[in-house]
Each structure stands twice: as C-alpha cells, then as structure tokens.
C-alpha cells in the first residue's frame, strides 16, 4: 500500500490523473486503514472538479482512519466546493479543536462564514488569519469577495489590486478584480481585466454578464444584450442576471 501511495502521489504530481487515481484507490483497497490514500484521492478529485466524489471517498474514511484536524478540513473543503457552508463550517470549527494553527482550516471557516452571511464574523477572522500569515495564499482575493459583498467597492478594488501584483495572470482574481472596479466606475481597468479574464474562461457565465455590463456602460447595445442574453441562457435561475438583461431591454427600447 506505501508502494501504491507514493506511485499514486508520483502521477498526479505529472497530471496522470486516471493512473494516480488507480494507484490511490488500490492503496485503500489493500489498506483501508491508511488515511493518506483517502486524502491522496480525494485531493485529485477536488482538482479535477469532481468535489461529490472527493466527499464521498472522505465519508467513506470515516470510522476506518482516525478522524485528525486534516481530515476534518479536507472534509470541510469538500462541503464548501459543494455549496454546503453549514456543512462546512461545521468541519472547520472541529478541525481547528483539533489543531488551532491549521491556518487552512481558519481560512477555510471564514470563507464559510462569508457564504453564510455572516459577514462581521467573516472578517474578524481574515484579519486574525492576516496577521497570522499576510501573505496567505487566496487571502486577499476573499477579502476582496467580502468587502463586495459588504458594498464596500472601494475597500473590495483595493484588496485586487494588492493580490495581482503577485497573482496577475489569475483569470478568477482578474475577474473578480473586473466586476470590483465596474462598480466603482473604472470602466477602462474593468475591462482590460475582464478581457484578459476571457482568454481562460471564455464560457463562464459570470464573466459573459460582466462584459455584458461594460458593454451597456459604453452604449453598445448590440453587444451587451448579447451577452447578457447569453449570461441568463447559461444561468436561467440567476435572479442578477435576469435584472440586468432588462435593464438593458430597456435602455435599448
């Protein structure tokens, strides 16, 4: 089983993900009891955006390795890729019991917090986590995403604009940056971000509603019920998608 881990961790390190798969998952078999191997395969699922078969393989550890602050967070991780915040916070909270300095778990809880609305709480902890560590992988791009939903804009493009210097070819932080500075009516800077954003994500629906909007900020009407048509299309239960489209079906008449 230590032979199937280590080739297991070999492949997915050079991106054969169906070969690492096939090693983590002999690994389990041959010893159930090796958490390492739970945790090898449910980290190549969340990678490969598989974040329901991740929690399955963690709810399948349970009560055959010892429940640890690792496990704990990775099982959290996995409720928060599948919009379970409750769930999530509910691991992160046992995973820090466990182990107070696993920094990934804080970050973990006040990303739960945010989701939940709980937005005080939520930045009580990014500035104890900030203190901790300033340079935290993510940090500042969540606190961008906290500040935009506080509706502090300005606060929001400032938490940006300091995480691409270091993350500048980042297509969800560009884009995140993007909606931040349309807002605060940088229309040219929205759009630089947006478009390189694009290069990415050509089909994400979130970035086909921002360009959407910077059209209809330049008048071009064409375009921007285009694209925000698209948006709705690709998202129908987007209650902000849909009020924006008919902004623009009537601005255009």
Do not use: C, W
């Not at 991740?54 to 099982?75: D, Q, S, Y």
């Amino acid at each position: 089983p230590r032979v199937l881990l280590r080739a297991g961790e070999a492949m997915a390190s050079a991106g054969s993900h169906l070969e690492a798969e096939r090693f983590f998952r002999d690994a389990i078999e041959k010893s159930p009891e090796t958490f390492h191997a739970y945790m090898g395969l449910a980290q190549l699922l969340f990678e490969t955006d598989r974040a329901e078969q991740a929690a399955e393989v963690l709810r399948e550890a349970e009560g055959k390795v010892e429940m640890t602050a690792e496990v704990r967070r990775l099982r959290g991780q996995a409720e928060l890729k599948r919009l379970r915040p409750a769930e999530a916070l509910d691991e992160f909270d046992r995973a820090i019991a466990l182990d107070a300095n696993d920094l990934d778990a804080v970050f973990g809880r006040a990303m739960a917090l945010r989701m939940l609305g709980r937005l005080d709480e939520a930045e009580g902890v990014f500035s104890q986590l900030s203190e901790r560590d300033p340079s935290y992988p993510g940090l500042a791009i969540e606190r961008g995403r906290l500040f935009e939903a506080k509706g502090l804009t300005e606060r929001a493009v400032e938490a940006y604009r300091e995480a691409l210097k270091e993350r500048g070819e980042d297509p969800e932080l560009l884009l995140r940056a993007g909606a931040a500075e349309l807002l605060s009516g940088s229309l040219e800077d929205a759009e630089r971000h947006l478009l390189r954003a694009s290069e990415a994500l050509p089909n994400n629906p979130e970035l086909i509603h921002q360009l959407g909007r910077v059209a209809m900020r330049k008048g071009d009407m064409t375009d921007a019920l285009d694209k925000l048509s698209r948006a709705v299309a690709m998202e129908r239960e987007n209650g902000l998608f849909r009020t924006e489209y008919a902004r623009a079906l009537i601005a255009a008449g």
